[in-house]
């Protein structure tokens, strides 16, 4: 079992739609989580990061964690076409200062 | 301020060769990491500087591969008899202490022929 999974897409929304994206992990004691967003040929951007337990509001993100499945989720909210990237979940486990990502899920905004 | 930077941006070489890849942290950033992405894949952990040692060096995949951080800012990660298989994007990250939010540098493409 990898240590953190996320379908790889493409994840296909119209433009205006939300977008949810998801990523569960398998280390119970992982602490810290985040959404990176990397556009192709580049390198990956904090989207959002989340430490407990509900939801995180920033703009049109939404990030939303529940440690007791072990599950992490990204909204997008009036997706647009400038939001088709690949986006990457990355977790802090335990005392380690290094970063586990999945695979990513590429998600693609049709107008 | 700056974000973190990487030299070069991109490196052709040959099989058998020696390369260096740098990478310069955010200002102040005690904290700095050392990725490597293939395609279709999420970043890789190669290994953490907490100031000028090596805290984490377990993804290191093999005693080809060696970074320093010898004055606690600038870190140059050294590959050795490249191989074929070492082709991906090296990525550098640094953070303020080590538990926060990474920030990413553009990324050294390595294409070894």
């Known amino acids: 079992q990898k240590e953190v999974e996320q379908n790889s897409g493409p994840l296909s929304v119209p433009e205006g739609a939300i977008a949810s994206l998801n990523c569960t992990y398998s280390d119970r004691v992982s602490q810290s989580f985040f959404w990176y967003r990397q556009y192709s040929g580049k390198s990956p951007e904090l989207i959002m990061s989340?430490?407990?337990?509900g939801d995180k509001e920033d703009g049109r993100f939404t990030a939303q964690l529940n440690k007791a499945s072990q599950y992490v989720s990204l909204l997008i909210r009036d997706s647009q076409p400038s939001d088709s990237a690949t986006y990457l979940c990355?977790?802090?486990?335990?005392?380690?200062?290094?970063?586990?990502f999945g695979t990513g899920t590429r998600l693609q905004v049709t107008l | 301020g700056a974000g973190v930077s990487q030299t070069p941006s991109n490196k052709v070489t040959e099989k058998g060769k020696y390369v260096e890849l740098r990478c310069d942290p955010i200002?102040?950033?005690?904290?700095l990491y050392w990725y490597r992405q293939s395609l279709g894949q999420g970043p890789e952990f190669l290994i953490y500087?907490?100031?000028?040692?090596?805290?984490?060096d377990s993804g290191l995949p093999n005693d080809r591969f060696f970074a320093v951080r010898p004055e606690g800012s600038v870190s140059t990660l050294k590959i050795q008899r490249t191989e074929r298989g070492d082709s991906a994007v090296y990525l550098c990250a640094s953070s303020l202490t080590g538990q926060e939010t990474q920030y990413f540098g553009p990324g050294t493409r390595l294409l070894v022929l």
């Open positions: 990355a977790v802090h486990t335990g005392t380690a200062s290094k970063l586990t």
């Open positions: 200002s102040g950033h005690t904290a």
């Open positions: 989340i430490y407990s337990n």
């Open positions: 500087f907490q100031g000028t040692g090596a805290a984490d």
